[in-house]
C-alpha cells in the first residue's frame, strides 16, 4: 500500500493515536499527554499559534495512521515545540520524511524547535542525532499523590496582581531563558484554573512565585515553574511556594496527583520535592533544532 502524507483527517483518531504511542515509554514525548480526550481538549483551545491542520501531518497507509508530527507553534518566540515524530514499527525514514514534509509548511519565521524525549525513546534520540539537533539538558517528571502530601498550612503567597508582573516577567525569564513558555506566555495563559501565585518583596517586586495548571474535568494538574530570586534563597521560601501551590491543587476534590519538572541535575530542587513526597516518574532529555 502507498503512504499518504497530510494534514489530519480527523482529529479524532489523530488524539487516539498521540495518546496510543504516548503511553508506550519506548516511544513516550513530554508534555503530549496520555489521554485522548485531554489531548484532543488541547488542541482545540490551547496548542499553537496555528490551526490544527496547519500544525500536524499525519501519515496513512490504508486509511489507517502509521506516524505524526505536530508543532505547537509560537510565533512571538519563533520557536515550537514538537509532538513526536510518532511511527509504527520504529520506521526512522517515515519519521524523517514527517519532519522534512513539516518543515516546508512552517512560517519561515519560526527559527527553534524544542524536543522533550523520553531516555528511552530510541528511536527519536537516532533521529535527532540525524538531524544534528543540540542536546540542552536532562528533565526529571516528578509526581506527588495526595494522599502522600503532609497538608501543613503554608499558605504565604497570593495570586499575581497587575503591580507585579513587569517583576514576574523579568524574574521568570532570567532563570529559565530556553524554557517552553516565556513570562508573557505565562500571563496569556492565566485563568481561573491556570494560576500564578506570588510571593511579594514590596509593593512592585516578587521574590519567588509558582505557576501551575489545573484541569479539573480531566483530574489533572501540572506545577509548571517554582521560581525565588536569587537574593531570597536559602530561607525557605521554595518550600512554601511548592506547599501552597500543592494546597492549591488539592483544594480541587477532582485533583489527587500532580506532576512536575526539574532539571535532572538540580539536586537541591530535586530533593526538595522528594521531601515533599514526589517521585520521580520519567526522564527527559531536552534537544533543540535550529533553523538556518
Same mark, same amino acid.
Given at each position: 500500500m502507498s503512504i499518504i502524507i497530510s494534514a489530519p483527517q480527523d482529529i479524532g483518531s489523530l488524539t487516539d493515536y498521540i495518546a496510543h504511542c504516548n503511553s508506550q515509554i519506548e516511544q513516550h514525548i513530554g508534555f503530549c499527554g496520555e489521554d485522548s480526550s485531554a489531548i484532543l481538549e488541547e488542541m482545540k483551545n490551547d496548542f499553537s499559534d496555528l490551526s490544527i491542520e496547519e500544525s500536524f501531518l499525519v501519515a496513512y497507509e490504508d486509511s489507517m495512521i502509521i506516524g505524526a508530527i505536530g508543532l505547537d507553534i509560537d510565533r512571538a518566540d519563533s520557536s515550537a515545540e514538537v509532538w513526536g515524530p510518532f511511527v509504527n514499527n520504529n520506521d526512522l525514514k517515515l519519521a524523517e520524511i514527517l519532519w522534512s514534509d513539516i518543515l516546508t509548511t512552517v512560517p519561515a519565521e519560526i527559527k527553534n524547535f524544542k524536543f522533550f524525549i523520553n531516555k528511552q525513546n530510541r528511536l527519536v534520540e537516532t533521529f535527532l542525532s540525524n538531524i544534528k539537533a543540540n542536546f540542552l539538558g536532562t528533565h526529571s517528571l516528578l509526581n506527588i499523590d495526595s494522599k502522600k502530601f503532609d497538608n501543613t498550612d503554608f499558605r504565604k503567597t497570593v495570586n499575581i496582581s497587575d503591580l507585579?508582573? &513587569?517583576?514576574?516577567?523579568?524574574?521568570?525569564?532570567?532563570?529559565?531563558? *530556553?524554557?517552553?513558555? &516565556?513570562?508573557? #506566555?505565562?500571563?496569556?495563559?492565566? *485563568? +481561573? &484554573? &491556570?494560576?500564578?501565585?506570588?510571593?511579594?518583596?514590596?509593593? *512592585?517586586?516578587?521574590? @519567588?512565585? =509558582?505557576?501551575?495548571?489545573?484541569?479539573?474535568?480531566?483530574?489533572?494538574?501540572?506545577?509548571?515553574?517554582?521560581?525565588?530570586?536569587?537574593?531570597?534563597?536559602? #530561607? @525557605?521560601? @521554595? +518550600?512554601?511556594?511548592?506547599?501552597? =501551590?500543592?494546597q492549591t491543587i488539592f483544594d480541587y476534590p477532582e485533583i489527587d496527583s500532580v506532576s512536575l519538572t526539574v532539571s535532572h541535575e538540580n539536586m537541591v530542587a530535586l530533593n526538595l520535592y522528594k521531601s515533599a513526597g514526589f517521585q520521580e516518574f520519567y526522564i527527559l532529555n531536552h534537544f533543540n533544532f535550529k533553523r538556518i
Open positions: 507585579y508582573i &513587569n517583576s514576574f516577567i523579568d524574574l521568570h525569564d532570567n532563570i529559565f531563558k *530556553n524554557a517552553y513558555y &516565556n513570562g508573557r #506566555k505565562i500571563l496569556d495563559r492565566l *485563568n +481561573k &484554573n &491556570n494560576r500564578l501565585l506570588i510571593s511579594a518583596k514590596n509593593d *512592585n517586586d516578587i521574590e @519567588g512565585y =509558582a505557576y501551575i495548571e489545573i484541569a479539573p474535568e480531566y483530574h489533572e494538574a501540572d506545577i509548571e515553574f517554582i521560581a525565588v530570586h536569587p537574593d531570597a534563597r536559602s #530561607k @525557605g521560601l @521554595g +518550600k512554601t511556594l511548592l506547599y501552597n =501551590a500543592l
